[in-house]
């Protein structure tokens, strides 16, 4: 499980493979805390570390990622250079700043609009039409593994607002109009949507 909390920017150094891909990457992390096998989210999506070693002022670990992964995320446009944003597991007694985030993407959105309002950046996002009842006003979602708050919603779109320390530990502040996004809807909304069916069944 994470919280949406990025705990680093990591860099793509590399990139090999065919069908099945291995990436490494480049983190501010100490490489003795971080076990063979461990879960890392990568913009939102739950990898293992295969293999790991020191780098300057911290490390590099390396992931394999399936062809369905690939395709059901935007891990399949990275490209070595591009940054990423990373998040540790989360261990029992750590502070919950997001909201639980299990690193399985629900779907990819599209960044249509992008609006530069101060130092405070506004985004729409088209997400999957599956997806659009479990996104609501003032709900949480998570954005290339980021944990947001959805500020409107319209029947296709919702809008984000990202302070301006988000835009620059993360990601986010480099999208604009056209990205394609990793979407994970909130828990809570996904086991809502599924006792509603349930009663609308007539199911006790």
């Not at 891990?75 to 502070?95: C, F, K, S, Y």
């Not at 990819?108 to 599956?130: A, K, N």
């Not at 993360?170 to 999208?175: I, V």
Request: glycine letters at 12%; charged letters at 25%; one cysteine or more.
């Amino acid at each position: 499980m994470f919280t949406g909390i990025v705990s680093d920017k990591g860099r793509i150094r590399s990139i090999s493979g065919d069908a099945v891909k291995r990436f490494e990457i480049e983190a501010g992390y100490d490489a003795s805390g971080i076990e063979l096998g461990a879960s890392i989210a990568h913009a939102g999506a739950c990898l293992t570390v295969v293999e790991k070693g020191d780098h300057g002022q911290g490390c590099w670990f390396a992931v394999e990622v399936s062809p369905e992964t690939l395709r059901l995320t935007t891990l399949g446009d990275w490209a070595e250079g591009d940054a990423v944003n990373l998040e540790r597991a989360l261990a029992m007694g750590d502070e919950l700043g997001g909201h639980l985030v299990t690193g399985h993407v629900d779907g990819l959105g599209e960044v249509v609009e992008r609006r530069d309002e101060g130092e405070w950046i506004v985004f729409t996002v088209r997400p999957p039409s599956e997806l659009n009842k479990f996104i609501a006003k003032k709900g949480s979602i998570t954005v290339d593994g980021v944990s947001l708050t959805v500020n409107a919603v319209t029947a296709n779109t919702f809008d984000l607002m990202i302070i301006p320390h988000t835009a620059e530990v993360t990601t986010l502040g480099e999208l604009q109009a056209g990205a394609r996004v990793n979407l994970e809807i909130d828990l809570m909304a996904r086991y809502a949507a599924r006792l509603a069916e349930f009663a609308e069944a007539g199911h006790e």
